[in-house]
């Protein structure tokens, strides 16, 4: 099993350019998330899924869509990249919305904004 | 509002020794999970712990332990016998029902494990 994986890991784009970052899942969990992470801020939700056909803001969605392709695939995309959606994201997926249930997270996309 | 506050931004541990990483959050929620999870330096989030807030027992997972006092609303993790490997950002979070069961986080601790 891959577990949650993402594609690109790195990526560099110029103000104004727009770009989807992938992320699919192999362990058929219904709930899918995306976030981004900046120092001193830990990890903020960007748009979540909680299930195959819903998507729902999270904490800082300005900026950003997602689709929720099918219940393994997740994007994210920047219509518009800023040099202030500069950050690593990540995507994760659990189980289920139950509070007992954790995340599982891919390797992360370290996306740079020019 | 959810919030997990981590007041220590760094910590220093001598190897084999054990530490404490502090977490309190902040809930109106009777019922919530609280989660650690490891970040090295590789960027991976990796998971520790979780404890549920009807839980009686405080959680552990071999060298992690969670001490767990509700009254006080912290989760503090604790690591003992500290190895190099440990070397990390930990990050506390939390779900609850009023957050539409969503994860957060609190802004971390960067653990440094000295030989």
């Known amino acids: 099993n891959a577990g949650v994986t993402q594609t690109p890991k790195f990526q560099v784009l110029k103000t104004g350019q727009s770009m989807t970052l992938q992320c699919a899942q192999d362990m058929n969990h219904n709930s899918m998330y995306w976030y981004r992470q900046d120092p001193g801020m830990g990890l903020r939700l960007i748009y979540y899924?909680?299930?195959?056909?819903?998507?729902d803001k999270g904490e800082v969605p300005n900026g950003y869509n997602v689709s929720r392709l099918n219940k393994r695939e997740f994007s994210l995309r920047l219509e518009s990249a800023a040099p202030s959606q500069t950050s690593v994201y990540f995507c994760?997926?659990?189980?289920?919305?139950?509070?007992?249930?954790?995340?599982?997270f891919g390797p992360g996309t370290r996306l740079t904004v020019l | 509002a959810q919030k997990i506050t981590q007041t220590q931004p760094g910590m220093f541990v001598q190897e084999k020794e054990a530490v404490t990483l502090d977490c309190t959050y902040d809930?109106?929620?009777?019922?919530?999970?609280l989660f650690w999870y490891k970040q090295p330096s590789s960027g991976e989030m990796i998971f520790l712990i979780y404890q549920g807030s009807y839980d009686e027992q405080n959680a552990t997972e071999g060298r992690y332990s969670l001490n767990f006092q509700k009254a006080r609303k912290s989760a503090n993790l604790v690591i003992s016998a500290s190895q190099l490997g440990d070397s990390a950002m930990y990050f506390c979070?939390?779900?609850?029902?009023?957050?539409?069961?969503?994860?957060?986080f609190g802004p971390g601790t960067r653990l440094s494990v000295l030989p």
């Open positions: 899924s909680a299930s195959e056909g819903t998507t």
């Open positions: 809930t109106s929620d009777q019922s919530y999970g």
């Open positions: 979070a939390m779900r609850a029902d009023n957050y539409g069961q969503n994860f957060v």
């Open positions: 994760a997926s659990s189980q289920a919305r139950g509070i007992h249930n954790e995340q599982f």
